[in-house]
Antibody, heavy 124, light 107 residues
Framework: QDQLQQWGAGLLKPSETLSLTCGVD????????WSWIRQPPGKGLEWIGE???????YYNPSLKSRVSISAGTSRSQFSLRLSSVTAADTAVYYCATGGVMKGRYYYYYGADVWGQGTTVTVSS | DIQMTQSPSSLSASVGDRVTITCRASQGISNDLGWYQQKPGKAPKRLIY???TLETGVPSRFSGSGSGTQFTLTISSLQPEDFATYYCQQHYSFPRTFGQGTKVEIK
């Protein structure tokens, strides 16, 4: 799997909800840990959160009250919702997958497949 | 949260130079660390995982080392396509934090 496909609205007004989806054309997501990461203009990478193969979710505490990550039952896509956005949420948003299964155990070694990125701008 | 501190924040180097980037964790993370390369307008690309394992297809001039709190990414002979920003990320605990990045520029 070379790259994930991302889609969702790129221009939002303050207080609206950001909604992005990440998936694979005609197939299943690779890996067992599916993440969202963002990058404000000219800045570094910020981990937003992830959902794993069991449906467990983990979020960055700085965003926890506003963020939700979910996955479809078909393992073909997963989604990000970020509520009450402000200009500070303007960034390129990336989805990414990773993790391997060895025997009956799962291991995470970071994200090895990424989406192309979606530029989200919050402006009135 | 575990803080990841990279040094330097930027460096200028010439083709053929040996380049070393350091990443320090605020607490021990075993070898749960990856290195990523990002070029302008592109998604990051994983170069190394588990601190020292080279991603398939990544040139052998890249290497990683370290464990615990101190990690290093080395490029043995810098090539034109290596000019980019490099990030470390720990996945030992949540939130999975990144270093602030090291920009490698042409001298």
């Amino acid at each position: 799997q070379d790259q994930l496909q991302q889609w969702g609205a790129g221009l939002l007004k303050p207080s609206e909800t950001l909604s992005l989806t990440c998936g694979v054309d005609g197939g299943s997501l690779s890996g067992f840990y599916w993440s969202w990461i963002r990058q404000p203009p000219g800045k570094g990478l910020e981990w937003i959160g992830e959902i794993n193969h069991s449906g467990d979710t983990y979020y960055n505490p700085s965003l926890k009250s506003r963020v939700s990550i979910s996955a479809g039952t078909s393992r073909s896509q997963f989604s990000l919702r970020l509520s009450s956005v402000t200009a500070a949420d303007t960034a390129v948003y990336y989805c990414a997958t990773g993790g391997v299964m060895k025997g009956r155990y799962y291991y995470y070694y970071g994200a090895d497949v990424w989406g192309q990125g979606t530029t989200v701008t919050v402006s009135s | 949260d575990i803080q990841m501190t990279q040094s330097p924040s930027s460096l200028s180097a010439s083709v053929g130079d040996r380049v070393t980037i350091t990443c320090r964790a605020s607490q021990g993370i075993s070898n749960d660390l990856g290195w990523y390369q990002q070029k302008p307008g592109k998604a990051p690309k994983r170069l190394i995982y588990a601190a020292s394992t080279l991603e398939t297809g990544v040139p052998s001039r890249f290497s990683g080392s370290g464990s615990g709190t101190q990690f290093t990414l080395t490029i043995s002979s810098l090539q034109p396509e290596d000019f980019a920003t490099y990030y470390c990320q720990q996945h030992y605990s949540f939130p999975r934090t990144f270093g602030q990045g090291t920009k490698v520029e042409i001298k």
